[in-house]
């Protein structure tokens, strides 16, 4: 081993975002703060080959998500995944990215779908099989919320893991609950006096699976994959119902530019409009500080689906109101570490 390797955190001058790829850069930190994808044991999940988009923050967390969880488990892990990108880019018959055992389920039903399995796992006398559902906001929010919310309430033995791009990108681009108020989507068109999304007002999955009580419930971000792998490797060594809500821009869906993808995922946490926190058995245990504050134009103006927020009034009347729910997630969950950050 080097000796850089095995270089305590005292002496470290660097610090984590100052180093270059996060594969590659990782390597010169500590081995405690090295990522997953920073040794050469890792198990590559989501292999080469796929069929994402350049830049698709799905594919990345997923990478992320699904690596950290078989280090966790000896890559005794079996996920099951509904359909939307995810499925759709990894998988077009008769091929696979996945280096794990993966199923197919409905839109709506991964959630019962592996609940199911990790029943079987018990009948079987397997414990040490873990068992992982995951889908985008559109098959997590809405068609499949009655069976996520049943996983939740029986508690079952699933880690579900939702890849938040704020949309059903899959079938081009239609609104979803989990899709910001005033976005322009395929079926949110930017016109009239509300131009944009006039819903999105606050439906909050991770809130909502807060409420049902179960062990673990945290949101994460590819703009901070370090706390995104702490976060599944903290899930997969609990049991019951556990959820991670992950935000992945998608540069298709938001008109952004795909080199910008982490850019714009460290925007939405910094301006307020994604909080990142953690809860356990139905309690907030802590949230991720706001490093610099910036107002929420920093975030939504590099994508085409707010361009109209800066073309007209109506649009500047929107702004305000966007940036009202980042002020007021930044109070809710104290994202800011010192008064008068703001
Ligand atoms: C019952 C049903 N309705 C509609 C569809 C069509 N459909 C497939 S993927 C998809 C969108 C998926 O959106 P989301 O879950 O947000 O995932 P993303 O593609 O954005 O990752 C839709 C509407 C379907 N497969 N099944
Ligand atoms: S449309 Fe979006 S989520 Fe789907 S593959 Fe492309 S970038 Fe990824």
Not at 90 to 104: F, I, N, R
Not at 273 to 289: D, R
């Amino acid at each position: 081993m080097s000796e850089r390797a095995t270089m305590p955190d005292a002496t470290q001058k660097l610090h984590f975002y100052q180093k270059g790829t996060f594969t590659v850069g990782n390597r010169l930190v500590s081995e405690a703060q090295r990522s997953v994808q920073a040794s050469i044991d890792r198990s590559n999940a989501l292999t080469c080959g796929h069929r994402a988009c350049q830049g698709c923050g799905e594919a990345l967390g997923a990478r992320y998500a699904i690596d950290a969880a078989m280090r966790a488990t000896g890559g005794n892990i079996i996920a099951a995944n509904a359909t939307g990108c995810l499925e759709v880019f990894t998988t077009p018959y008769p091929e696979t990215s996945w280096q794990t055992p993966w199923l197919h389920s409905l839109f709506g039903n991964a959630a019962a779908v592996a609940s199911g399995v990790a029943a079987a796992m018990r009948v079987k006398g397997r414990p040490e099989v873990r068992v992982i559902a995951q889908g985008g906001d559109g098959g997590t929010t809405d068609i499949g919320f009655g069976c996520l919310s049943g996983m939740f309430e029986r508690n079952d033995d699933v880690l579900y893991i939702c890849y938040d791009n704020e949309a059903y990108m899959n079938t081009g681009v239609q609104r979803s609950s989990a899709t910001p108020p005033a976005a322009r989507t395929a079926t949110t068109p930017a016109m009239g006096p509300e131009p944009g999304n006039v819903f999105g007002t606050g439906k909050s999955v991770p809130k909502i699976a807060i409420a049902h009580g179960i062990p673990y419930v945290a949101t994460a971000t590819v703009a901070d994959l370090h706390d995104l792998e702490r976060k599944v490797i903290k899930a997969m060594g609990m049991h019951g119902a556990r959820y991670i809500h992950i935000h992945v821009p998608c540069p298709l869906g938001w008109g952004s530019a795909s080199h910008d993808t982490i850019r714009l995922a460290r925007l939405a946490v910094e301006c307020g409009l994604f909080p990142v926190y953690e809860a356990e058995h139905g309690a907030v245990t802590g949230s991720h500080k706001i490093r610099r504050h910036v107002p929420v134009e920093d975030y939504l103006k590099p994508q085409k689906r707010f361009a109209h927020l800066f073309t007209s009034d109506e649009g500047k009347k929107r702004l305000a109101m966007v940036q009202a729910i980042a002020d007021r997630n930044i109070v809710e969950y104290g994202l800011l570490e010192r008064e008068g950050d703001a």
